[in-house]
T-cell receptor
Framework: EPEVTQTPSHQVTQMGQEVILRCVPISNHLYFYWYRQILGQKVEFLVSFYNNEISEKSEIFDDQFSVERPDGSNFTLKIRSTKLEDSAMYFCASRAAGTSIYNEQFFGPGTRLTVL | QKEVEQNSGPLSVPEGAIASLNCTYSDRGSQSFFWYRQYSGKSPELIMF????GDKEDGRFTAQLNKASQYVSLLIRDSQPSDSATYLCAVNIPFTYYGGSQGNLIFGKGTKLSVKP
């Protein structure tokens, strides 16, 4: 069964360093998302991406964040200068084409980011 | 502020019983509703989705939607210890509200379910 994959599974970094989280969405999916979940809290939307551009972003997704689809398969989230409060589980999700009403998003296993 | 509310639990049921999980949402224009299961330290796993008022059954799971009351629920019949997890309710933000949004999901905090053998 096709699935979303993410690497690395765990990333430890020092405050102020740049990190890149990688995702490979399901191959025939066209819409891609990043969410994060701080330990013990709810899953929060960060950004959606379609047709090689950002469709929507939340207030969390400030200038320190960027996304890219550098090739036909990978989808990346970059945090330029990490803060302690960026420590969280970051989930990539994707969905197939079609109206967003049928918004069945499938999540990857996540990357646990720890900022020291 | 668009909100999705769930009782955080824990909800404890004996094995074989029916577990009932509830969710309310604030945005009356919400169009689709999703239940995800999340085991500790793992990613959300889609269990069911529902778009129309009424019930939708899939195996041991039944989703119920009442748009007038802005209420969605998940029933798990014949609960098993392996069903012990946190159940997340998620609501789809409508396309038209964001003029081109590809639909992000607003999640509740989740209800922790414990099924006792």
């Amino acid at each position: 069964e096709p699935e979303v994959t993410q690497t690395p599974s765990h990333q430890v970094t020092q405050m102020g360093q740049e990190v890149i989280l990688r995702c490979v969405p399901i191959s025939n999916h066209l819409y891609f998302y990043w969410y994060r979940q701080i330990l013990g809290q709810k899953v929060e939307f960060l950004v959606s991406f379609y047709n090689n551009e950002i469709s929507e972003k939340s207030e969390i997704f400030d200038d320190q964040f960027s996304v890219e689809r550098p090739d036909g398969s990978n989808f990346t989230l970059k945090i330029r200068s990490t803060k302690l409060e960026d420590s969280a589980m970051y989930f990539c999700a994707s969905r197939a084409a079609g109206t967003s009403i049928y918004n069945e998003q499938f999540f990857g296993p996540g990357t646990r980011l720890t900022v020291l | 502020q668009k909100e999705v509310e769930q009782n955080s639990g824990p909800l404890s049921v004996p094995e074989g019983a029916i577990a009932s999980l509830n969710c309310t949402y604030s945005d009356r224009g919400s169009q689709s509703f999703f239940w995800y299961r999340q085991y500790s330290g793992k990613s959300p796993e889609l269990i069911m989705f529902i778009y129309s008022n009424g019930d939708k059954e899939d195996g041991r799971f039944t989703a119920q939607l009442n748009k007038a009351s802005q209420y969605v629920s998940l029933l798990i019949r014949d609960s098993q210890p392996s069903d012990s997890a946190t159940y997340l309710c998620a609501v789809n933000i409508p396309f038209t509200y964001y003029g081109g949004s590809q639909g992000n999901l607003i999640f509740g905090k989740g209800t922790k379910l414990s099924v006792k053998p």
